[in-house]
């Protein structure tokens, strides 16, 4: 029997805080700004919100490097913001998501301050290694943001690990007081009232005993040592118990290199440890593993791991679905076209809203944002942008250079949410901490509100529709013309319900193609981008949603 969770009905929006809206007017995004925009998200048919760390920071990598776990930063408006969005989601039926980033703290976090000092308990609260400065590194792992994953440390005399930046040393979770700690946070925020933890990196927190080298491996050498190391479900397992059992809450892990197989011993409804997985291989259909070696874009890739993921958890498992977030470029510039903005924004919208699972939306994918492209390198402000444009492709001429960060950097998503054309998008009235993608006049909020016909209308009729379609919610999936490069075609089958969905992925028009036991001339049309239809050929980008009810 499927369990009744409550996330399974729902829509969830990610903020990403520092681009979302400015409240006081510093340039930067605030908890005050939000509380002005909740009936905007919530008008959206979202039920609820995930927000990318607002704890106090120094801001190495946006937030993600955290100082103080039980603290809402003062530039975000401090806890009295905090309470009062918090109140302001309830009040309208939404959920309220924290993220959890406990695989590393910031190196300016007082456990840290006092763990290089040798002063206990925490002394042993990260993971340190003896060695000469300038001496032979412990092991030959990387980080994923900024080279060696060790740096030396002069107060304490030692090295300290980082996976990722060297501002974000790695706690120690083997160290039991080290997960009281995790366990104290959790609690502190669930007592306040938030409804859940979507976990950074959460399959990282195990490393393998004695931290041995790891084989070469193009990139990330050392993945293979701590990614779903060998006490993550022992440790995943105390979490919920301990607390996460006693509170009505979800927890959502992001897992790099995690495929379906592997996800079922995290996120199996009996037996899984947390509740949904934010897997990558949907976002690796223009690229190898990661952003930074990008390749052309191709469909049957994207198909494929939608497919699996859809096949694999049927029901096992609940499915995350997004195409976009904060450490991606702007969808419709990788996937889709840019030339054909709207229409292949409302594909993408489609290829993954009737899908099984919970949806979630990045801030600025409902109007269709696209990739910002500055003028220079000096502007980026993302560490593992910064890092690789100084260190890697260095023979390349300064154009090409400056193109590749175009199309890999996090920062081509990360540009403040462009609420109108007024100056600075109507994100600020002082000056952005990020530049404002230029296309704003072009591109906005209030624009797409006045036209019945905008992205954001569609988004909003998408939504609306899949939550009143069982067959979204149980239907079996099943994908059809899987060799086919340029559409995307799958069913979704309930004993009373079908939906047979329609996405082409080409700018030239495309030969429609039918699964056999559907006929279009009998099922109602409820969802499609072109107002005008042909029966044999579908125009750019179009896609059709069409109802069978028995
Ligand atoms: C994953 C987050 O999504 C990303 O933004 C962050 O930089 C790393 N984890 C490190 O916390």
């Given at each position: ?395 390349k001429s300064p154009e090409e250079r400056l193109k590749r ?110 699964p056999s036991g559907y006929n279009i001339e009998k099922g ?27």
């Amino acid at each position: 029997m499927e369990r009744k969770r409550w996330y399974k009905d729902m829509v969830f929006y990610q903020i990403w805080p520092r681009s979302f809206k400015d409240g006081d007017g510093d340039g930067m995004g605030d908890l005050w700004g939000v509380l002005e925009k909740l009936d905007y998200i919530k008008s959206l048919g979202c039920d609820g919100i995930w927000f990318s760390p607002i704890y106090p920071s120094p801001g190495a990598d946006c937030g993600y490097d955290i100082a103080d776990y039980m603290d809402i930063a003062p530039e975000f408006g401090g806890m009295e913001a905090f309470k009062k969005v918090l109140e302001g989601c309830h009040e309208r039926g939404m959920k309220l998501l924290m993220d959890l980033v406990v695989n590393h703290t910031s190196d300016e976090h007082e456990w840290f301050e006092k763990s290089r000092r040798r002063i206990d308990p925490y002394t042993d609260y990260y993971i340190w290694r003896p060695g000469e400065k300038g001496g032979k590194l412990p092991n030959n792992w990387d980080s994923n943001f900024e080279g060696k994953a060790w740096t030396y440390d002069e107060v304490r005399g030692e090295y300290y690990l980082h996976l990722f930046a060297i501002k974000q040393p790695d706690l120690n979770m083997d160290n039991p007081l080290v997960r009281e700690e995790v366990k104290k946070i959790l609690h502190f925020w669930l007592d306040m009232g938030v409804d859940g933890f979507r976990e950074d990196v959460i399959t990282y927190i195990s490393k393998t005993e004695g931290l041995p080298n790891d084989r070469i491996f193009p990139i990330y050498k050392g993945m293979r040592k701590y990614n779903h190391g060998p006490h993550i479900h022992e440790y995943l397992s105390e979490f919920k118990r301990d607390v996460f059992d006693k509170y009505d809450c979800f927890t959502l892990a992001e897992a790099p290199l995690v495929w379906p197989k592997r996800a079922l011993k995290y996120i199996d409804e009996e037996k899984g440890q947390i509740d949904m997985m934010i897997q990558f291989q949907c976002e690796t259909a223009d690229c190898l593993f990661t952003d930074w070696l990008p390749t052309k874009f191709k469909l049957r890739k994207m198909k494929k791991a939608f497919s699996d993921w859809q096949y694999k958890l049927s029901g096992k498992a609940w499915n995350m679905l997004y195409i976009e977030n904060h450490d991606h470029p702007r969808i419709i510039s990788r996937y889709g076209s840019e030339k054909y903005r709207t229409e292949s924004g409302k594909t993408l919208a489609v290829t993954y809203l009737f899908q099984q699972g919970t949806p979630f939306l990045y801030q600025g994918q409902e109007i269709g944002m696209l990739n910002w492209r500055p003028e220079s390198p000096e502007m980026y402000e993302d560490v593992q942008t910064v890092y690789n444009y100084n260190h890697t492709n260095l023979k390349k001429s300064p154009e090409e250079r400056l193109k590749r960060l175009w199309r890999c950097s996090r920062d081509s998503a990360r540009t403040p949410v462009q609420w109108s054309a007024e100056k600075n998008a109507g994100f600020t009235t002082g000056t952005p901490w990020l530049p404002v993608n230029e296309n704003y006049k072009e591109i906005n909020v209030e624009k797409e509100e006045k036209d019945p016909d905008s992205l954001l209308n569609f988004y909003r009729k998408a939504i609306a529709l899949r939550k009143s379609l069982p067959a979204v919610r149980y239907g079996e999936y099943r994908e059809h013309f899987h060799r086919s490069k340029k559409l995307y075609v799958y069913t979704r089958e309930t004993e009373s319900q079908k939906l047979l969905v329609i996405c082409s992925f080409t700018e030239k028009p495309a030969k429609i193609k039918i699964p056999s036991g559907y006929n279009i001339e009998k099922g109602e049309l409820i969802l499609a981008n072109y107002k005008e239809r042909d029966e044999k050929i579908l125009k750019p980008y179009e896609t059709r949603v069409y109802l069978f009810n028995s």
